[in-house]
Nanobody, 124 residues
Framework: QVQLVESGGGLVQAGDSLRLSCAAS????????MGWFRQAPGKEREFVGR????????NLADSVKGRFTISRDNAENTVYLQMNSLKPEDTAVYYC?????????????????WGQGTQVTVSS
């Protein structure tokens, strides 16, 4: 079965960096657009960014543009979220997800598979 496993979260200070990883198994990874989402306490889950199947194209939410980047290694079946200049408002559980074929990458309900999430906490 499909499994997505995130790692790399933790407690950091404002201005620090973290790199999240999401290891995928059970799917043909290089045929799948991958997305990152996050959910802060008391808030709805929101889109962070996505990366195309080849890794050529990425899209990021306005709130993280210029600070976060997404990359992938199809040979390792892994997608990454590099987070720089972290702010307290970035505190959330971060999830990776696999987009269904033909789905709209900005719509979370079009993602078929989700990881369990990894906690990122940014202190001020």
């Amino acid at each position: 079965q499909v499994q997505l496993v995130e790692s790399g979260g933790g407690l950091v200070q404002a201005g620090d960096s973290l790199r999240l990883s999401c290891a995928a198994s059970g799917l043909t990874f290089d045929t799948v657009t991958m997305g990152w989402f996050r959910q802060a306490p008391g808030k709805e889950r929101e889109f962070v960014g996505r990366i195309s199947r080849s890794g050529t194209n990425t899209n990021l939410a306005d709130s993280v543009k210029g600070r976060f980047t997404i990359s992938r290694d199809n040979a390792e079946n892994t997608v990454y979220l590099q987070m720089n200049s972290l702010k307290p408002e970035d505190t959330a559980v971060y999830y990776c997800a696999a987009l269904k074929i033909g789905g709209a990458w900005g719509r979370q309900y079009d993602y078929d598979y989700w990881g369990q999430g990894t906690q990122v906490t940014v202190s001020s």
